[in-house]
């Protein structure tokens, strides 16, 4: 019982609750930016919140793409990120609710956080719905943590240099022969160091990704010279784990503009991957094939698959899946985060118990 | 070219510790160290080495700098500058390349090949000249 002998019920009237939960005054409050777009990402609806912060008429939006709707907004240029998160929207739809942060210029707000989802209601048409939250707190600690995440990863990546070094002097013989144990143990110190260095790299990746520091040195390339560059370079893993791999190319490929270290990157974390679950005596296969205007890499390996509601968290950070083998949990994120850079898309089809396929798109370079 | 004597300037004790012992070891060369730009000059003009190994980022004076002065300074131009960075930094070493050193050599390095690959550098660079 409440002080006064009323449940809220009676302290509010039925009506007025029944008036302040109509969707449309929810829709309005200030704190949330609401759009719902058709299938085609045609605007159909949009709430005042959205309207104030784009400083647009609801004639200026409704009906119209998503992306053009954008380069109707005054001043676009405090919305430069948000508008690349709503192309890479439009061209790779949500599945599911997804949500990131992108940092604006608006004034007292530093970062908008982007929750997308799709809907079907039966019976009636789809499309999808998004909100836009202040997250400039979030935004701020989120780059306070990528910053200190760089520094920490600097400071240890010198002392590593140092342990893997002088690991490497004894093993080689400078302080003469060891016994057998001791050559052992540094084996092992060593693998253990190699893990951390490999970690530590992957973390200022990551860091450098998140900030938008990551710069990429493009040059026109064919794609099937950094599968062959990295395939050289997994070949001892792949003879350890009696795994073949085979490679497939279009003849005719054309070149796309891309950063060489960083494509292989990406193409070496997909076939590690591959090769770390592939039972052995299998076949790892990748194909590089050229479809409408990009390249299409695919990546498949006949392992145990990855269960259906795991498989869309594969990419997050940190994201080790049951079963996982030992790797940084950071490489699948950074594959993706590294493809997106090249205006391309990363996605994953798995099956249980017949196995992956990786498949990444860049696009080519028009004219070929 | 025969090499004999080489500075190695690097600001971290340990990684110059293990390059010096990696050198002696692998190839006999005889290794003095600077740990900045700065003492790196002064060793260099006080006893002029074979081969001078720079890092790329310390204190007082990068690596940069101290190549460009070193080529300025007509006692010391001819020694074949070769300079040391980690991979994050690799676009902007070749960037420093037009200041005169002859090559680079990516961190972490390996000890028991890094006389080896300065070796190869040289023998590059006295098949161009």
């Not at chain 1, 530093?110 to 989802?117: A, Q």
């Not at chain 1, 590593?160 to 002097?169: A, V």
């Not at chain 1, 869309?312 to 899946?321: K, N």
Request: net charge negative; aromatic share 4%; glycine share 6%.
């Amino acid at each position: 019982m409440e002080p006064h002998g009323k449940t809220p019920a009676e302290i509010l009237p039925n009506p007025l609750l029944e008036a302040a939960i109509q969707p449309e005054m929810i829709l309005d409050m200030e704190f949330r930016g609401i759009l719902v777009a058709d299938a085609d990402w045609r605007i159909r609806y949009v709430n005042r919140t959205v309207l104030r912060a784009a400083g647009c008429s609801p004639e200026d939006l409704l009906g119209e793409h998503l992306i053009v709707a954008i380069n109707k907004i005054p001043h676009r240029g405090a919305l430069e990120d948000l508008q690349h998160a709503l192309v890479r929207l439009t061209v790779s739809p949500p599945e599911r609710v997804e949500s990131l942060i992108v940092p604006v210029r608006l004034p007292g707000r530093k970062f908008l956080r982007v929750h997308s989802m799709p809907f079907r209601p039966p019976g009636y048409a789809s499309g999808y719905l998004l909100a836009f939250t202040d997250a400039t707190r979030e935004g701020e600690i989120d780059e306070m943590k990528t910053d200190f995440i760089s520094v920490a990863s600097h400071e240890m990546r010198t002392p590593m240099t140092s342990i893997k070094g002088s690991i490497e002097l004894l093993l080689g013989g400078y302080a003469g022969e060891l016994p057998a144990e001791s050559t052992e143990l540094l084996g092992i110190c060593l693998t253990a160091v190699d893990r951390l260095i490999r970690l530590i790299n992957d973390l200022l990746d990551i860091s450098k990704i998140e900030s938008g520091k990551m710069e990429l040195h493009l040059a026109k390339l064919n794609i099937s010279d950094c599968v062959h560059k990295s395939m050289r370079s997994l070949r001892s893993l792949a003879e350890v784990n009696k795994v073949t791999i085979q490679a497939k190319h279009d003849e005719r490929l054309p070149e796309v503009m891309a950063d060489r270290d960083r494509l292989e990157q990406v193409i070496t974390n997909l076939l590690s991957n591959a090769l770390k679950y592939s039972p052995a005596d299998k076949e790892v296969l990748i194909r590089v094939a050229a479809v409408d205007n990009v390249v299409r890499v695919s990546v498949s390996d006949e392992g145990p698959g990855i269960p259906p509601d795991q498989v869309g968290r594969v990419f997050d950070r940190f994201q080790q899946l049951a079963g996982a083998k030992k790797g940084t949990g950071l490489g699948l994120a950074i594959a993706r985060a590294l493809v997106e850079q090249h205006r391309g898309r990363m996605w994953v089809e798995s099956e249980l118990g017949l196995g992956t396929s990786f498949y990444f798109e860049i696009p080519a370079i028009s004219g070929e | 070219m025969e090499i004999h004597k080489v500075l190695l300037a690097e600001d971290e004790e340990d990684i110059r510790k293990v390059a010096q012992m990696s050198l002696q070891f692998r190839s006999g060369w005889k290794v003095t160290l600077a740990s900045n730009g700065e003492e790196c000059l002064a060793k260099a003009a006080e006893d002029p080495p074979d081969l001078i190994l720079l890092d790329c980022m310390m204190p007082k004076l990068d690596g940069y700098e101290t190549c460009r002065r070193l080529k300025l300074d007509p006692s010391l131009q001819h020694i074949p500058v070769i300079f040391l960075t980690a991979k994050a930094q690799e676009t902007e070493v070749k960037k420093g390349l037009s200041l005169g050193a002859v090559g680079y050599l990516i961190k972490p390095f390996n000890p028991m090949s890094l006389a080896a690959e300065i070796s190869q550098i040289l023998e590059g660079r006295d098949e161009r000249n």
